[in-house]
């Protein structure tokens, strides 16, 4: 696959040894991500998808997960026609806040919720 944007890893400021800091997981079919994506994970299927703090705030609708931060994407993965494995950084991690990828039009109170939920898992911003 082409790259398409920054490098593997290039939020990273800090990680635990080895690979204790990372996990590789399932993403979703249906997305184009890059390093840095801010994922949530999807309680029903364990698959993993871009943060969605809006899912479960319209009326009759439930949350499913994905509106908890709860990982960042470490490389580039194309799911548009299926799902396909990942490697995320689920832990013990200093990321640089800048270089973190948020869905369009996420909002600042958004983004500063996703950090917080971020830090309770050992994903601290700078």
Known sequence: MEQLGPGPGNYLV???NGTRSREVITIAQGHK???GAVLGKVA???KYVPVDPANGTAEGETPDGSQ???AV???QVDTTAAEKPGVITARDTEVAAHALVWPAG???PHQSAAL???AAVGIVAR
């Open 116 to 118: 917080g939920q971020l």
């Open 68 to 70: 908890t931060a709860v």
């Open 106 to 108: 996420i909002s600042e």
């Open 14 to 16: 800090s990680e635990a």
């Open 33 to 35: 991500l890059l390093p």
């Open 73 to 75: 994407l470490f490389a």
């Open 44 to 46: 029903a299927t364990g």
